[in-house]
């Protein structure tokens, strides 16, 4: 995996999506290794849980759906919070995090593509377990398998780079760069980066 040729095709598909660039940015780290399946899989059902109150879901019924997969103790200390007290100002930000979902769907292969040019899907609800109905995780479950390490990691450096121009663009109050809000971006980086490096998900560094 040749990081520079990596960084070299982000520059360029960032130039290519609007947003400016900086060629001093720093490369990422080489993972030692990414989390596996399971754990991946536990995160994003979790964080799903949690996404799904901040659109109106009860918190009782996700707590209670949460419990029957085994996936309470894989809350983040953010999500537990949320869930028990649901603090009216951090609604957007968990609504925000489905784009983290859609970033981690894709690293399970579960989304067929990640473009930084468009929002996620519309029909995305239709992807995972159906919590009305009390649907377990299992069939999601079964149908995930991580993609390629090297496909993670090219995102990854996109997001990181993509990033950077997002706060540039904030700094020197310039117009929005690219086609998507800054928080698509923040979030999908979030995903990205706790899949290949060892933070909590509550302690992602996202540093530009």
């Given at each position: 995996?040749?990081?520079?040729e990596i960084r070299k095709e982000s520059l360029r598909r960032a130039t290519e999506l609007g947003y400016?660039?900086?060629?001093?940015?720093?490369?990422?780290?080489?993972?030692?290794?990414?989390?596996?399946?399971?754990?991946?899989?536990?995160?994003?059902?979790?964080?799903?849980?949690?996404?799904?109150?901040?659109?109106?879901?009860?918190?009782?019924?996700?707590?209670?759906?949460?419990?029957?997969?085994?996936?309470?103790?894989?809350?983040s200390p953010s999500e537990k919070n949320f869930l028990d007290s649901s603090p009216k100002n951090q609604?957007?930000?968990?609504?925000?995090?489905?784009?983290?979902?859609?970033?981690?769907?894709?690293?399970?292969?579960?989304?067929?593509?990640?473009?930084?040019?468009?929002?996620?899907?519309?029909?995305?609800?239709?992807?995972?377990?159906?919590?009305?109905?009390?649907?377990?995780?299992?069939?999601?479950?079964?149908?995930?398998?991580?993609?390629?390490?090297?496909?993670?990691?090219?995102?990854?450096?996109?997001?990181?780079?993509?990033?950077?121009?997002?706060?540039?663009?904030?700094?020197?109050?310039?117009?929005?760069?690219?086609?998507?809000?800054?928080?698509?971006?923040?979030?999908?980086?979030?995903?990205?980066?706790?899949?290949?490096?060892?933070?909590?998900?509550?302690?992602?560094?996202?540093?530009?």
């Amino acid at each position: 995996m040749n990081l520079q040729e990596i960084r070299k095709e982000s520059l360029r598909r960032a130039t290519e999506l609007g947003y400016p660039v900086n060629e001093k940015l720093p490369l990422l780290d080489q993972p030692e290794r990414l989390r596996g399946k399971d754990e991946v899989v536990d995160r994003t059902l979790a964080l799903f849980g949690a996404v799904a109150h901040s659109y109106g879901f009860p918190a009782q019924a996700v707590k209670s759906w949460l419990q029957s997969e085994n996936l309470t103790e894989s809350l983040s200390p953010s999500e537990k919070n949320f869930l028990d007290s649901s603090p009216k100002n951090q609604q957007a930000t968990f609504q925000g995090y489905v784009e983290a979902l859609w970033a981690l769907a894709w690293v399970l292969e579960i989304n067929p593509s990640l473009d930084f040019e468009a929002l996620c899907s519309n029909d995305f609800i239709h992807l995972f377990p159906n919590l009305k109905t009390g649907e377990s995780g299992k069939a999601f479950r079964d149908r995930a398998a991580l993609i390629a390490q090297d496909k993670i990691i090219e995102k990854a450096d996109l997001a990181y780079c993509l990033h950077w121009g997002v706060i540039h663009t904030k700094v020197s109050g310039e117009q929005d760069s690219g086609e998507v809000p800054p928080y698509v971006i923040v979030n999908r980086r979030k995903a990205l980066d706790w899949v290949i490096g060892d933070d909590a998900w509550d302690e992602v560094p996202l540093d530009t």
